[in-house]
């Protein structure tokens, strides 16, 4: 039989089970509208898997910027644009003018998609963020597929931006497309906001959400952002936090030039001793922060929240035998998250200047320099971090009375993000994911920086929801990038079911 075919026939046999109560139990069978909408998914998945394969195919990276490449994105967005007034939604495509690099070429910067769609006051307004730009992929870098052509092997859908971010982006329209096929009308009004820069940092986007705060995002109530994963192959999640990021160089300079040892070794301060010595001073083996005060202002762990550890499906082992190392710092699920998610954090880098060729050069660098970051958590003030770290390394690089001069900025700042997991759409959520999985979601939160969430938080000052639908292996930004077919197609579902959680909410 013909793959296709086969695929066909199992969703009806789906469909059928559905009806039957096969796929729910007898008190978790959603009724009435929600029941068609999930039928009509299910019946139209080819369809949804072939858009899908449309958009991969599409090469917007916006990280190697190039003509082509952000013609391609343009290409994406223009596509993005049509599908959603296809679905009826009045669409902005933002002319964002042009981007200066630094080595002095002028690119056009990809539009930025504003959509609305529905304007009935007496519902809520859900704000949907997504991108359309990816990471750099190519064949020959480790890839078991062409990068660019979706490929399903074994219910996994392969193809950069599956997951991170074409796939949940469609998943939510496919969800507004079943209850417009239905001809019904939408339980909540819908507001878009896609870029297409993302992975180069978002450019213009604060400026926009600024500019409009007062006119497109006026009415919104809610935002909700699917842009990260699951920490399980098979349990939904949903994220109420990330880390921020305070980035660091420390400069030392004997003189510009490098030095020869043999005539020069022995009788000067070498700068990579003391800058070897400044980055050896910032943490312990224990993964301890060793800068004076920094832990003061970290928010307490309170029982409520410790509770949410203990939750979370975290298969221990699995996650240590994936993860390829010999040990971890810690030997509990609980203290391996809250080190991930909670806690703040510290990791060196690089050093710049270093010599790092393969053979021995016996050379004495004039100038390094080292890098390091501080994953930040609340209630951690950026500024005062920034203090602390100045004074840390002054006090270690004085005691060294060493000659040459040090230099350390704070080149990069984000804040961390945390949400009320007791907001309507996080209930609303919970709710839907049980309709649609089964199960209760872990909550969790991400160790990394999505600066979007605390920009939208900050300049709308609404509810801001992550809520992922890819699995833990997705393997975002890494070669053999994929979204399983499960996972996009009962994702689009928990998007329809999210609907109309939080109509009854509102």
């Not at 910067?109 to 009935?120: F, M, T, V, Y």
């Not at 030392?252 to 050896?280: N, W, Y």
């Not at 920009?455 to 801001?464: A, L, N, P, Y």
Request: glycine share 8%.
């Amino acid at each position: 039989m013909d793959p296709k075919l086969g695929r066909m026939a199992a969703s009806v046999l789906a469909v059928l089970l559905l009806l039957e109560g096969g796929m729910f139990s007898s008190s978790s069978l959603p009724s009435g509208l929600l029941e068609r909408v999930f039928q009509y998914i299910d019946l139209h998945q080819e369809e949804f898997v072939e858009t899908l394969k449309e958009w991969v195919a599409v090469k917007s990276d916006s990280v190697q910027p190039t003509p082509g490449f952000r013609q391609e994105i343009v290409r994406m967005m223009g596509l993005a644009a049509e599908k959603l007034s296809h679905l009826g939604a009045g669409v902005d495509a933002v002319d964002l003018g042009t981007q200066q690099l630094p080595d002095g070429q002028s690119l056009p910067l990809p539009p930025i998609i504003l959509a609305d769609l529905g304007n009935d006051p007496e519902k809520p307004t859900v704000c949907f963020y997504g991108h359309l730009d990816v990471q750099p992929a190519r064949k020959e870098d480790g890839w078991l597929t062409d990068p660019y052509t979706l490929t399903e092997v074994d219910g996994k859908l392969y193809g950069r931006g599956a997951t991170d971010n074409k796939g949940p982006v469609l998943a939510f329209l496919n969800a507004v497309s079943a209850f417009a096929a239905l001809e019904q009308d939408l339980p909540v009004n819908i507001k878009f906001v896609l870029e297409g820069m993302e992975e180069a940092g978002s450019v213009a986007l604060e400026e926009l959400v600024e500019k409009e705060k007062q006119r497109f995002f006026s009415g919104v109530d809610y935002v909700i952002i699917s842009d990260n994963l699951w920490i399980s192959r098979t349990r939904p999640a949903l994220t109420y936090g990330t880390r921020g990021n305070s980035y660091f160089t420390v400069e030392v300079k004997c003189r510009d030039q490098d030095f020869h040892s043999g005539t020069f070794g022995g009788i000067l301060d070498e700068p990579m001793a003391d800058l070897v010595a400044l980055l050896g001073s910032l943490v312990d083996s224990s993964g301890r922060i060793l800068i004076p005060g920094i832990y003061d202002n970290v928010a307490p762990l309170t029982e409520e929240e410790n509770a949410l550890y203990e939750a979370i499906d975290l298969d221990l082992e699995e996650y240590h035998n994936s993860s390829h190392v010999a040990r971890f710092l810690f030997d509990t699920k609980e203290e391996i998250l809250k080190h991930l998610w909670r806690y703040p954090s510290l990791s060196i880098h690089g050093i710049e200047g270093a010599f790092d060729g393969p053979g021995a050069k016996t050379v004495i660098p004039g100038r390094v320099v080292g890098k390091f970051s501080i994953r930040l958590v609340p209630h951690m003030d950026m500024s005062v971090v920034e203090k602390q770290v100045k004074q840390h390394l002054e006090d270690i690089f004085s005691k060294r009375n060493s000659s040459n001069q040090m230099t350390v900025s704070m080149t990069l700042g984000m804040h961390p993000w945390l949400a009320n997991i007791k907001d309507n759409q996080y209930l609303a959520a919970k709710r839907a994911i049980k309709t649609v999985f089964g199960t209760e979601p872990d909550m969790i939160r991400d160790g990394s920086t999505i600066p979007i969430a605390k920009i939208f938080q900050d300049i709308i000052q609404k509810s801001v929801m992550m809520l992922p639908l890819g699995a833990v292996d997705d393997g975002e930004h890494s070669q053999n990038e994929k979204i399983n077919r499960w996972n996009y197609i009962e994702g689009s579902k928990l998007f329809a079911a999210f609907f109309l959680e939080m109509a009854k909410l509102h």
